[in-house]
């Protein structure tokens, strides 16, 4: 049982813009949630993009955004290249000192 | 710069027990909570603790919670993550992360991750 939702895949075609959400299978998704997103690629670390709903961490160009749309945390990646091509986490705060993470989405560029 | 650097990942059988550590450097180590997070192979990411500031708040994943133990030393820049009667699910990568910044935090800055095999 999945708590934290997130798309299983999606494609953007190159200079595209594409938006990955993470919900909840029960509720709404708000800032108190402090929603992150991570990039991972095979074979490196994670790479944080965004932080508390919608901080840039260090380092990441803004064409990588962050915000709440609806009830769910959303990632909107601008100009999509073809090294965004990755897999995607978010993870939420879920309290009581609980983090959870989605079980991650697919990014294709083509 | 940021730089996190686990150690003690090795095989070892269920119901073991293991000591992995993590040495940090390039910021103020006591003024930032700590994390480790885990990544199955092929599969996605899991959070497994998290120890605030001076190490005297922890919270653990349900899976691992009354088995695994948190642990800082602010006076070596050091994390620890003590895993007892070990299963093999518990086979996995393991990173140790710097928080964010804020009143409630996330994962921020990353190891490279030391790699955990628990098996017979």
């Known amino acids: 049982q999945t708590v934290v939702t997130q798309e299983t895949s999606l494609s953007v075609s190159p200079g595209g813009t594409v938006t990955l959400t993470c919900g909840l299978r029960s509720g709404s998704v708000s800032t108190s949630h402090y929603p992150s997103w991570y990039q991972l690629t095979p074979g490196q670390a994670p790479r944080t993009l965004i932080y508390s709903t919608n901080t840039r961490s260090s380092g990441v160009p803004d064409r990588f955004s962050g915000s709440i749309l609806g009830n769910k945390a959303a990632l909107t990646i601008t100009g999509a290249q073809a090294d965004d091509e990755s897999d995607y986490y978010c993870v939420l705060y879920m309290g009581s000192g609980i983090r959870v993470f989605g079980g991650g989405t697919r990014l294709t560029v083509l | 710069e940021v730089h996190l650097v686990e150690f003690g990942g090795v095989v070892v059988q269920p119901g073991g027990f293991l000591r992995l550590s993590c040495a940090a450097s390039?910021?103020?180590?006591?003024?930032?909570?700590m994390y480790w997070v885990r990544q199955i192979p092929g599969k996605g990411l899991e959070w497994v603790c998290v120890?605030?500031?001076?190490?005297?708040?922890?919270y653990y994943v349900d899976s691992v919670k009354g088995r695994f133990t948190i642990s800082r030393d602010n006076t070596k820049n050091s994390l620890f993550l003590q895993m007892n009667s070990l299963r093999t699910e518990d086979t996995a990568m393991y990173y140790c992360?710097?928080?964010?910044?804020?009143?409630?935090?996330?994962?921020?800055?990353w190891g490279q991750g030391t790699l955990v095999t628990v098996s017979s």
């Open positions: 120890i605030n500031r001076d190490g005297r708040i922890t």
């Open positions: 390039g910021f103020t180590f006591g003024d930032y909570s």
């Open positions: 992360a710097r928080g964010s910044s804020g009143s409630v935090t996330s994962p921020e800055y």
